[in-house]
Each structure stands twice: as structure tokens, then as C-alpha cells.
């Protein structure tokens, strides 16, 4: 009871921290400007995990390999569910491009014939908003995703990337879009 | 020989009827039997309203306890098996949000049963619901931690596992929670019959009190009736007795001066009777007994004007010993004939008087004729008139040491037509009128009369006319009425 309040806490003064960072991280990015006109905005993404999943860190190369699908099970013996947003959203663009290092077509490949192979054992869950995607996590013991930190609350955990949380400088896991001034 | 103790009487008895008629079956008893019939009706009404009242309380005891918590069973049966289906309908799909959101819809309807428990538990009474919330409690909790890993293994795709998990764990805690719950509405079904058998019972206790008390009050009211009934016949048998024995008498004392009349006339008529001084016997005695008729129509004309509300009379203001010169005037050739000594006190500057001098003067006049008859002992009679200070009333006394008047005899002296049987007995004649004349003739101006009397030794009997109203009445009177002062 101790400790799941404990960890509760952490938990909450991690997402307070992040969300402080990132609307003065979004500030300091805003004054800035872009020759274009454009302001270029800069948000990090938070990998979360299923609160009763013992695991605090992963190095970015296991994080990797358990969203390609070549890692199958978390230590606890659970079985490792990837979420997914939909198609198009900034969130999933960003996974892709620094995770799996890929296009969305070449995303899409790689799952089919990973599956007819079996290398890849399930496909991510494709989910339709943060929301779904946080209940999901928070419903599966196995599961892992990714949210802002504006959409983080106590029903997920943050899992540190190499030792990083998303607030920290260095941090694995930017945001890169382009909003309308 | 002590003498027996004056008893006071006042003249304030009935007309007629109640007082003919036994004690018990007065119509005093009967109005007391119809306020006891009113008063049972209304304490039934009282234990009606109370059972009522108390049926009602029960009735939303059983409402609020009872059907309430049927329902709340009910209510969590059927959200019970909302949990369990909306985890099963996520087995069927692979599409995440889908299985997302029966995940929520099973928690949200596992939040409504877990609510319901704790509620049950709250209201739990008897050690059987404390054990049986407590039972489902334990089991319901098993139930979530089994559904919580079967969701989680349907979101892991891993379904093989979610079902079999399901079946092995899922499907036996849910049968026992169903049996709980089923357990939970016995256990309501139970109380709920007690409680109906409470509330029949105590509707039969308020029909038998019901019953009861209006087969009482029936009773009461039938005797009321009854006496009612039985009284009124008597006083109506009493008083036809009374009319005849009023004809008997009027008859008697009007044959007996026509007889006397006729048998003079004869004695004319035919010659038996010559001389002068035989003549003016004669002619005396038709007189006298003419007279004595005359007296005996008045006395009929005078007791039935006093019975006529709208009998007029001519008020004067008058001195108290005017009125009693008068009366002693009027009877003065009866007392002297009955060999009577009469005495008169009137204390002095007592105040005027406003009443009609004849009625006032015939009341007096009833009083000393009734002490002449009655008071045939010591042949005297005391008037005395005074002022009471204390009660404010002009008091005439008018007294004989004659045989006086037993306390039977004393009730219904002044009531019309009584003659006490003793007087009867002793051939005394009169109409038995008197005495309800003088009492009629006081009230007309605001006074009683009353009597002291002890058999043997004689009575007093007091007429009594308030001052103030006199002094009232003569107040309002002085300009508009002649005074004679």
C-alpha cells in the first residue's frame, strides 16, 4: 500500500515536471521563430507501460526491439502488447521515424511479412486517440505505448528511455510539427 | 328526639317528565350514555387513525427495506452480468478501441454492483445478510482480480489463455456470486414476508378492536336509546296521570261549590227555606261557593297565562311593602276565616321594585294560601321581607310551623298538578298549581323562590328578587313609567 502510493506520487510529480518543461520548452521554441514564417514547435514523447509492470528503464535498443516485435514477453512472463495511434498523427510519425526508422508504407510492409514469417508475433494495437491508447495501457498488464505529456495521468507509468525521462535534456524521443503561427 | 335538619329546596325544577320518571332512566343518564357512544366513536376513530398511521409506517418499511432492496438485487444481478458480458464481447473483436471500450464498460458496471454491495452491507440487519454481503463481498473482489487478467490477456491478443483462464476461474466465482445474490433476495423475500405478516397481523388486531369498541358503542347507544324511549313514555304516562288527576280535582273542587250551589237553589226553589235570616243563609252559602269557583277558574287562567311566553305585564316601580299589603289584603278574609295569626317584619328603606304588581302580589298570595293549607299546626304564618347584602336579592319570607314537607315531596313541589299523596290522603283540595304559579310568577322578573322545610316542623319558603336588576330595570323604567312613589 506504501509503496503503490509512493510510486503514485513519483508518478504525479513526474507528469507535473514534464508538463512545466514542456509548456516552457514550447515557449522558448516560439520565441525563437523560423525564417519561414512558421514557428517550429518541439514536444517529447512519453513511453508508458502498464502501472503494475515492475520495469522503470529501458535502453533505446531494447525499446526498439520490442516495438518492431522481435521482443515477445516482459520479464514478469506478461505478454508485450505495442499501441499504436492512428495513421497520420504526429505521435506515431515520431515513433516511426526514430524507433522504427521508417516510413508508414514501409511500417506497414514490414508488419505483414513479419507476421507471414513469423518474426512478428502480434501486431501493434492501432488505437484512435491518446485516450483509448491510455486506458488500453491501463487495462493491459503487457502493454506499451507512447503519449504527450499532456496526456498522461496516474492510471499509466513513464518508463525512463536510456536512463532519460522525456523532460530531461538529451531526451530520445522529440516531437518535431509544425503548427500554424 | 333530635329534629330532623332543615333541608333548602330552590323552586328551579323541571317542567315535567324527567323528574316522574327513576333516576337512572333520567334523560341526564342518557345524554351521558350518547357522550359515552361519542367519545367510544371517536377513540375508535383515534385507533383507527393510530393502526392506520402505524399500517402506512410498516407498509414503507417494507417499501424502503424490502422492495428497495429487491430491487437494488435486481439492479446488481443485472449489472453483474454486464461485467461479465462486456469482457466476453471483447473476446469477440481484435479491434483495440473496441476492446477498450468494453473494458470500460465492464468497469463502469463493476463499479455499480461494487456500490450496491457496500450499501447491502450497510443495510445488512441479521447476522444471515452481515454473513451473505460479506460472502459476496469476498467473492466479487475474486471475480474482478480474475476478470482484470482476462482483460488484460484479451488486449495482449492472447485469447487462448483469456478463455481458458475464464472458464477455470471466471465462470465458478460468477456462479457462486449469482448464488449469493440469489441467497441476498431469499433473505429479502423472507423479511419482507414477515413484515406483510406483521402488518396483517396488526390489521387484524385493529379490525377486532374496531369491532369491539363499535359493538360497545352500539351497545351504549342502544340503551341510550332505550332509556330515552322509556323515559319520555313515562313522562308522558305521567303526565296524562297528572291531567287526569287535574280534571279529577278541578272537577271535585268545581262539584263540590256547584253542588252546594244547586242544593241552595233548591231549597228556595221549593220552599223549604222562608225565613229571612235561613234565606240570607242560603244566599251566603251560593256566594261564598261561587266565589270559591271564581277562585278555581282564575287559578286554571292564572297557571295557563304563566305557561304563555307572550303574556304581557304591566310594569311599575313598587315598594316591597306595597306588594306585600296588597297580598296580605287579598288573603286577609282566607287567614282570619282559618283562624290564622299572621306576622309581618319588612325591614325598612328597602329599595323599589319593578314588576308588575299583580303578578308579583298573586305570587305572595300563593305563598300565604299554601301556608294556611299546609300550616294547620300552630295556625301562624310569618312574613318577613329583607335585604341581603351578601347576595344582593330582596328576600320575602313567607313561613308556617305547619306539617312541613318531606324530602320525596320537596323535589317536585313545584312542579304543575303534583300533590304529594299525604295531602291527597288528608283530602286537602287544590289544583296542585300554586306553588308552579309562584315559581313562574318570580322568573318572569329575574327571581327563584326557594324553601326550607322539615317535616313536622314547617317551612319557609323565600322569594327572591335580585337588585340589581331592579335597580336596572328601574334605571331604564324611570322615564318611561309612571312612578307611584
Redesign the interface.
Known sequence: MGLQTRTRTRTTLIILVLQLNLSSGLDRQAAAGSPDGRVKLHETLAIVI?RSNPIDNLAFKELRKIFLGERNHWPNG????V?MLYYGQPERQTILRLVYRMQEDQYQDYLLKGMFRGEVF?AP????SPL?LR??IF?????IGYLRATDLDDSVKVVRIDGLLPQDKNYALQIDEEEPE | MTPEPMHAITGKTPEFGPSFVPRFLSRHVSVVLLLLVLMSEAGVGAFVMRDLFKIYATVQNIYGGSVQGLRGIGEMQYQAQETRRSTLYALTTND??L???Y??QSREADRLVTKGIAEYAAQARDDRQIAVGRRLASDWDTYLRVR??V???I????TKEAVELDLTFGVPVFERIRQDLEEMKILYDEEASQQLAAVAQSSRRSMTKLIAVLGFALLLGGIAIWTIQKSKMRAEVQFAKLQMEFVASVSHGLRTPITAILTAGENIRDGLVREKHSLFEQGSIITAQASQLMDLVDQVLRFAACANPSSTHSLQELQVSEIIEHALQSTKGLVQQAGFTLDTEIEPDLPPVIADLQVLSQCLQNLIVNAVKYGDRDRWIGVIARLDHRTREIQIDVQDHGFGISPADAAHIFEPFYRSPQVVSARIHGTGLGLSIAKRSAEVFGGRISVATQAGCGSVFTLHLPVERIERAGALSVARLGSRA
Request: hydrophobic fraction near 35%; glycine fraction near 12%.
Open positions: 502498464n506478461h505478454r508485450i502488447a499501441a502480434a494495437k492501432t488505437l484512435d483509448i486506458k488500453f487495462n493491459a498488464p503487457g502493454g | 483495440g478501441n476492446q477498450v471500450k473494458a470500460d482484470d487478467e482483460l488484460g490477456l488486449l495482449e491478443s492472447s
